[in-house]
């Protein structure tokens, strides 16, 4: 479960996104990687990621009350993405640039008395620009996920899912929780790929641990004419990093990530080469624009329901 759950959810599946109705920008940095004694792995990456809220549905931004008892919400969102990844050695620089690119709908119903439900429907790829000319590939996911939301200080959530990844069929739970451990401090957990503990000072600035699976995984072509070309690779990476998140005015945040990457292998496509590597740091640099919008973000205390109606 912990290999198939990562193929299919460690690059995108992240329940804080669904919070935030924004555009965010960023660029990771991968410190050199020993492969051996005399060759480095190294990687950069770049990422922007589109979060809208499509439809509003019973319920007035300016007005809606999440402690009220008969509190309810419903909301469409509609979520892109989209990074590429530079992968190269010290020895032979000549690895292809890694795509990937994602549309993804998920639609929101939120009650005190019923609980929430999301619904997910994503359609992603993961190529290299030969890839795509050759044996495009799109993977498919979905979800319905229940939050149990009556106590508002521990929100557990459950769910089914069912994912295609490099034509590989997958069905899985999804199972977390959210809790708040102090009027400042909360903990998230999705297993078996993501947890984060967060501590809020002054509601202007955010400290946080995290743990994440992370990597791509283009290359697995069956049968296509990709097989051949050992210029793409897989990556898988365990992430650990500590986190600091500023506000800088109502709308604009900006984070700040110093991790550990580990447990690291790479693979090669023709020949089914694969190699672990050594552990290594990197740094990640994000920026965000909340359009404020967003009902969870009212409804999870995260922070204060933003004014205005949605247009």
């Not at 660029?27 to 492969?35: A, K, Q, T």
């Not at 008892?69 to 620089?93: E, R």
């Not at 639609?107 to 044996?135: D, I, P």
Request: glycine content about 6%.
């Amino acid at each position: 479960m912990f290999g198939i759950a990562a193929k299919c959810f460690a690059q995108s599946f992240n329940v804080k996104r669904i919070f935030n109705s924004g555009a965010t920008g960023g660029v990771e940095l991968l410190s050199p990687s020993s492969v051996n004694d005399s060759t480095n792995f190294q990687l950069n990456k770049h990422k922007v990621q589109f979060v809208k809220v499509l439809r509003t549905k019973e319920v007035d931004l300016e007005k809606f009350d999440r402690d009220a008892k008969d509190a309810k919400a419903n909301q469409l969102f509609l979520i892109s993405k989209f990074s590429f990844a530079k992968p190269s050695v010290s020895t032979q620089n000549y690895f292809e640039t890694i795509y990937n690119g994602e549309l993804e709908l998920v639609y929101l119903t939120l009650s005190r008395r019923r609980g929430a439900w999301l619904h997910s429907v994503n359609v992603s790829a993961t190529e290299s620009e030969e890839s795509f000319q050759n044996s495009f590939t799109p993977n498919f996911r979905a979800y319905s996920v229940y939050a149990h939301v009556k106590n508002l200080n521990f929100i557990p959530f459950l769910g089914p899912a069912i994912g295609v990844n490099q034509g590989r069929f997958f069905v899985i739970p999804v199972l977390g929780f959210w809790t708040k451990l102090s009027s400042q401090l909360t903990a998230e957990i999705i297993a078996p790929v993501h947890a984060k503990l967060k501590y809020n000072l002054a509601d202007k600035v955010e400290f946080e641990l995290g743990s994440a699976l992370n990597g791509f995984q283009p290359v697995y072509r069956e049968g296509s004419n990709f097989i051949g070309n050992d210029r793409t690779i897989n990556l898988r990476q365990l992430k650990n990093h500590i986190g600091i998140g500023t506000v800088l005015s109502k709308h604009y945040k900006i984070k700040v990530e110093f991790g550990h990457a580990s447990f690291q292998k790479i693979r090669t496509m023709s020949d089914e080469f694969s190699q672990d590597i050594s552990s290594s740091f990197y740094f990640n640099l994000s920026f965000n624009y909340n359009f404020g919008n967003s009902i969870l973000y009212s409804f999870f205390n995260e922070e204060k329901a933003a004014k205005g109606k949605n247009k």
